[in-house]
T-cell receptor, first 113, second 112 residues
Framework: EAQVTQNPRYLITVTGKKLTVTCSQNMNHEYMSWYRQDPGLGLRQIYYSMNVEVTDKGDVPEGYKVSRKEKRNFPLILESPSPNQTSLYFC????????????FGPGTRLTVL | DAKTTQPPSMDCAEGRAANLPCNHSTISGNEYVYWYRQIHSQGPQYIIHGLKNNETNEMASLIITEDRKSSTLILPHATLRDTAVYYCIVRAPNFGNEKLTFGTGTRLTIIP
């Protein structure tokens, strides 16, 4: 089954404790992206990657890092989480054909105390 | 990408057709109309997309007006599981950042 998986699905942590949210897709997609969703602000893009070792900032990259060492994985790293990074996070992927659709993961709900 | 306007909320009786409108009066010739939905706090789910012809798939139909300034998503036989926020997105093909810009969408509630 074609899917995007994220782990963990729920996480409560404390300020400053480094964490990684993993994202993996099994569709051999070139493009992957991270979004965060906050009430009243909708979904905002954090980072994206057009292929292995090619990443770039989205609209709200501050406080986040990403890496793309393998095509299937695109982890989101919070080196020093702060309470304003409490949010619902989604990973997405697509094959980069002209009108290809994007597949989203189930989401990771992060709370930073 | 062109701006879209959708009603904030709609109700539909279970078993009836749900018709969700979207206005995109500033759409450009190479921009496609996409529909996604988000059920509760799950990841957005692709529904359908089109350029200028009407489209149908197993989930829905998309009707685009001849001038392409508006479109309607039709869920032919709505069920309770179709209760969700529906997003109409207009964007041109992009081989760079394929960012989707989600607006506020239409919150569709299916009434038993």
């Amino acid at each position: 089954e074609a899917q995007v998986t994220q782990n963990p699905r729920y996480l409560i942590t404390v300020t400053g404790k480094k964490l990684t949210v993993t994202c993996s897709q099994n569709m051999n997609h070139e493009y992957m992206s991270w979004y965060r969703q906050d009430p009243g602000l909708g979904l905002r893009q954090i980072y994206y990657s057009m292929n292995v070792e090619v990443t770039d900032k989205g609209d709200v990259p501050e406080g986040y890092k990403v890496s793309r060492k393998e095509k299937r994985n695109f982890p989101l790293i919070l080196e020093s989480p702060s309470p304003n990074q409490t949010s619902l996070y989604f990973c997405a992927s697509s094959s980069r054909r002209i009108t290809d659709t994007q597949y989203f993961g189930p989401g990771t709900r992060l709370t930073v105390l | 990408d062109a701006k879209t306007t959708q009603p904030p909320s709609m109700d539909c009786a279970e078993g009836r057709a749900a018709n969700l409108p979207c206005n995109h009066s500033t759409i450009s010739g190479n921009e496609y109309v996409y529909w996604y939905r988000q059920i509760h706090s799950q990841g957005p789910q692709y529904i359908i997309h089109g350029l200028k012809n009407n489209e149908t798939n197993e989930m829905a139909s998309l009707i685009i007006t001849e001038d392409r300034k508006s479109s309607t998503l039709i869920l032919p036989h709505a069920t309770l599981r179709d209760t969700a926020v529906y997003y109409c997105i207009v964007r041109a093909p992009n081989f760079g950042n394929e960012k989707l810009t989600f607006g506020t969408g239409t919150r569709l509630t299916i009434i038993p």
